[in-house]
């Protein structure tokens, strides 16, 4: 079976763990866009504590996810660019991967799912993971023969730590230990370890 996961922007650790034990996964494209996950925000940790990130979007209560628009009347992809800098600028890989993401994050894009696309793709290349991702072109109903992650990665149900391995974050002398955080907060901290850090998970 294949399966089935919800889109979402540089998606949180578990997602990305999950994905990457498959061959081949599909993107929910059909579904009612719903507001609050993971599909247009990512959690960071900066000097002050845990921050989210969003991308706008343009909807109304009954688009679907390939309907939804990016809103760029806010220069978002610039804050989001600065935002990450200031709290990795001191990681031992966000030099590494800066340029990439730089040329993803200022392309424009005229939805969130192509810009989540790109960037998902962009991820698995950098995690060296082939995993082939289609997004699908009707909505699936909930199903005995589907492996269904559409609602399994939540910001409003998050996994207990106990299930994340530590591993150096940049202000290690001043926050806890995060787990679950976006997965540019594990490439930037451990770099071509982040793959053998989401096998383990």
Known sequence: MTPLFST????????MATLAKYPEAHIEA?????????RNRLEI????????????????NHSRTDEVRIDYKERWNIIHLRTLKA????????LYYKDGLENLLMQRYDFLLQLNHAALEWLLKQLKTPCTV???TDFLPLSDNTLDYR?????KHPYPTERFPRYYQ????????APNLSILDLLFNIGPEAKQYLSQI
């Not at 979402?8 to 997602?15: G, H, K, S, T, V």
């Not at 940049?170 to 230990?177: A, E, L």
């Open 8 to 15: 979402a922007f540089m998606p949180p650790i578990a997602y």
């Open 30 to 38: 059909k579904e009612t866009f719903p507001k609050q996950t993971y």
């Open 45 to 60: 940790m900066t000097a002050n504590g845990m921050k989210t990130l969003t991308v706008p979007v343009i909807r109304n």
């Open 87 to 94: 709290a990795y600028s001191a990681s031992p890989y966000y």
């Open 134 to 136: 289609t997004l699908t």
């Open 151 to 155: 609602n399994t990665f939540s910001p």
């Open 170 to 177: 940049v202000f290690d002398d001043r926050q806890p230990f």
